[in-house]
């Protein structure tokens, strides 16, 4: 099984920076897409960023695409998002997700999530 642990949240005051890191453990295969979702208060967890492994072929929400960067680093096996000009809407517990999937930005195709991360960003 694919275990996946998050780190690097916090709070921020808007305009700052957060970088956060999913770290993989367990089976794991090269097709294999690993993604950021985050769920605000009363909403539904949306894609944020995302990466094919095998290829490095990155995606982004419209939402965060120019301020947030995901990256991969092959020596750690993680994968790293780099959070800039954060908003307060940014404001979510951010999840790493990993799996075979076809869909990238589709959550229920992912079969590992790790537990979150919380990320706030005050105004």
């Known amino acids: 099984q694919v275990q996946l642990v998050e780190s690097g949240g916090g709070l921020v005051q808007a305009g700052g920076s957060l970088r956060l890191s999913c770290a993989a453990s367990?089976?794991?295969?090269?097709?294999?897409?690993m993604s950021w979702f985050r769920r605000a208060p009363g909403k539904e967890r949306e894609f944020v960023a995302g990466?094919?492994?095998?290829?490095?072929?990155?995606y982004y929400a419209d939402s965060v695409k120019g301020r947030f960067t995901i990256s991969r680093d092959n020596a750690k096996n993680t994968v790293d998002l780099q959070m800039n000009s954060l908003k307060p809407e940014d404001t979510a517990v951010y999840y790493c997700?990993?799996?075979?999937?076809?869909?990238?930005?589709?959550?229920?195709?992912?079969?590992?999530w790790g537990q979150g991360t919380q990320v706030t960003v005050s105004s």
């Open positions: 997700a990993a799996g075979p999937v076809s869909g990238i930005i589709q959550s229920k195709l992912y079969g590992y």
């Open positions: 990466i094919r492994w095998s290829v490095g072929s990155t």
């Open positions: 367990g089976r794991t295969f090269s097709s294999y897409a």
